[in-house]
């Protein structure tokens, strides 16, 4: 009896033990290095930094790329995402594992498929090229890198939010009188609204952070296509205190925009369902 | 005069719906088991569920004719509906809720919200014009989710279960309340329900549904007098007992699993199966065993009591059920027994109805 309650205690501990271990470590190994990163500029220094001429410039093609991707992911893929959640039936499992390709493979691999496709010598690009149109190293390049690899993610998630909406609601809506794209306005997009807007805003931050595939597909032209995570790249190679200080600020707005996200989404029921 | 009109074969896996009825202007109630297809029939005429093939129209307007090849969707039908789970839109207010079918159908602004604001005021809802959907109570979102479908002028309503989400208390209040409301409305309106209480009080036309098939229809006393089958009589709280003649010694004796009663020897019936039927208000209530005639006495435990207005349903338990039915009064003086208490029950043989049942 006394030996089994020893032994209970004993192996309390040891769990206890465990998690706590595990966890300080992970938190460590997470936390350390942005802290690091916080702390190492000079105010002083971040402050001249985001009035500076390659600051300004990166960020605009940022904003000016990752809204535009962000709108074109919106204006395909909530249709699209409706369209899989309604009528996939049992071909979902194909399509959701066709969905979460572009998310396992390497960016790098996007970038290449991209060019193999659209690039100089690639299949539409020729046919582009008949019409005068270059698509690599321009900023719709990085929009099309954007697309082709978020856009993917953003269906396979807005199709679960649709997934979830009360079938009934849009029963009654047609039964109201309601064609099926006046349900889908009225009823299916405002009951996962907040859900849709912060999944809007983590697109556009996994966007902004996209590397890989547009160095390889748009380059790196300063003003054209070099984008933040670019200018720290290359600040990186030239001067690596730049670099810091830009990683510092692009660390800072990514963690607001996460924040926001994931204040959207603190009601408990995702989906506006009564 | 009958203005919807259906023939309908639907299937779906193992479960098979052949039903064919034509249902006049006012209440008319689908009654029925659960699983017997109500909710289905309703759907089918609705348009959210698709028929293998048959016919629907109203007034003569054809919604389906598989053979012509029309199928109207659900939104072109015109029929007006409350499911059993409301359906209401989180997303919007009482008014914006009521609005919707006239908002999808093009009606202008002005003119939706005078329509809006006249049925809130029929409904005595006006001053949850504003209100959130999820600050009602059941009752009231039950009388927005109706404002809804009627605003829109239907040629048909479909009700499925109105009452079975509310409590004992406001069902009775739901079910007054429904009764005078729709007088208001001239079109053929159909409501499933399970519910004994609401044929007891609406006293309607009725269509039994059972297994996918329609059984029996007629009025309420038609089913309370005659009722077809076991669930008809057990719906409209008919004792409907089942067991067997036997004739020793010039008696007539009825043994059922709950025990045996004595009928008057000269009941024409032959040997063998056969089902009593027994009103409610012919069974006697008693706290102490009656003295007299110890025949077609029981001795069963209440299983439940349903005031229905001012008459009071007792329903007693020992193998099979017995059904009693006595007034307020009558109520108050045995001492308004609950249930789980034991009681004496005894009825008159003469004041049954005994039949043999043809060969199963």
Redesign the interface.
């Known amino acids: 009896m006394n030996n089994a309650t020893t032994e209970k205690r004993f192996d309390t501990w040891l769990f206890t033990g465990f998690w706590v271990g595990s966890s300080l470590l992970l938190g460590g190994l997470l936390l350390l290095p942005i802290l690091v990163l916080l702390l190492h500029p000079q105010p002083a220094e971040l402050l001249s930094l985001l009035l500076s001429r390659q600051l300004l410039d990166a960020l605009r093609v940022t904003l000016l790329t990752s809204t535009t991707s962000l709108l074109l992911i919106f204006l395909l893929g909530l249709p699209t995402a409706y369209a899989v959640s309604r009528f996939a039936g049992r071909y979902r499992f194909i399509i959701d594992f066709c969905l979460e390709l572009p998310m396992a493979f390497p960016s790098l691999i996007a970038g290449i498929a991209l060019l193999l496709a659209f690039g100089r010598r690639g299949l539409f690009g020729q046919l582009l090229l008949t019409w005068d149109i270059r698509i690599p190293f321009t900023p719709l390049a990085v929009i099309l890198v954007h697309i082709f690899v978020l856009a993917p993610f953003f269906v396979r998630r807005a199709a679960v939010l649709f997934d979830q909406i ?1 079938p ?2 849009e ?9 099926p794209f ?1 349900t889908f306005c ?2 299916s997009l ?2 996962c609204h907040r859900a849709l807007l912060a999944e809007a805003i983590m697109i556009f931050a996994q966007s902004i952070g996209m590397f890989g595939a547009v160095i390889l597909f748009a380059g790196n032209l300063p003003g054209k296509t070099r984008t933040l995570t670019l200018a720290i790249y290359d600040a990186f190679e030239s001067n690596p205190e730049q670099a810091f200080g830009l990683a510092t600020l692009l660390l800072i707005g990514s963690s607001l925009l996460l924040l926001t996200g994931r204040l959207l989404l603190r009601s408990r029921r995702i989906v ?3 | 005069m009958s203005r919807l009109k259906f023939d309908i074969n639907f299937r779906r896996g193992d479960y098979q719906l052949e039903a064919s009825f034509a249902v006049a202007d006012g209440l008319t109630l689908l009654i029925g088991p659960n699983g017997g297809g109500k909710s289905s029939l309703l759907r089918l005429l ?1 348009g ?1 569920e698709q028929p293998l093939s048959g016919q629907i129209s109203i007034g003569g307007r054809k919604l389906l004719d598989t053979e012509q090849k029309i199928n109207r ?9 409350l ?1 059993q ?1 409301l ?5 919007l207010d009482v008014s914006g809720n009521v609005a ?2 006239l ?3 093009g009606v202008d602004a002005s003119r939706r919200r005078q329509k809006v604001a006249a049925i809130l005021a029929r409904f005595e809802m006006s001053k949850y014009a504003g209100s959130q ?2 600050q009602l109570s059941q009752g009231e979102r039950q009388k927005v989710a109706l404002a ?2 009627l605003v ?1 002028e239907p040629q048909l309503l479909l009700l499925d279960e109105p009452t079975a989400a509310l409590d004992q208390e406001s069902r009775w209040q739901f079910r007054r309340w429904l009764s005078e409301i729709l007088r208001d409305w001239q079109i053929p309106m159909l409501m499933a329900t399970h519910d004994p209480a609401d044929t007891a009080y609406f006293r309607k036309r009725i269509l039994l549904l059972e297994d996918g098939k329609i059984r029996q229809h007629g009025s309420y006393h038609q089913l309370l007098h005659a009722p077809t089958t076991p669930f008809v009589a057990d719906f409209a709280g008919v004792n409907y007992l089942l067991g067997e003649i036997c004739r020793p010694q010039g008696k007539l004796i009825f043994r059922s699993r709950g025990g045996s009663i004595f009928l008057a020897p000269f009941e024409k019936v032959r040997e063998g199966q056969a089902c009593l039927t027994v009103f409610p208000w012919d069974v006697s209530l008693y706290r102490e065993r009656p003295a007299g005639s110890p025949r077609n006495q029981l001795y069963g435990k209440i299983q439940d009591v349903i005031i229905l207005g001012d008459r009071v349903r007792i329903t007693l338990v020992k193998a099979d059920k017995l059904v009693a039915e006595l007034s307020t009064r009558g109520y108050q003086a045995l001492g308004e027994p609950r249930s789980g208490e034991m009681l004496w029950a005894v009825f008159k043989a003469r004041e049954s109805r005994i039949e043999n049942l043809a060969v199963l």
């Open positions: 009360d009934q609601l029963e009654a809506a047609q039964l109201l009188g309601a064609s006046f009225h009823v405002p009951l506006g369902n009564l | 609705a959210l969707p659900p939104s072109a039908r015109n029929i007006g509906m499911f789970e359906a209401l839109f989180p997303h919707f079918g908002k999808a159908r959907i999820r809804r479908a829109t």
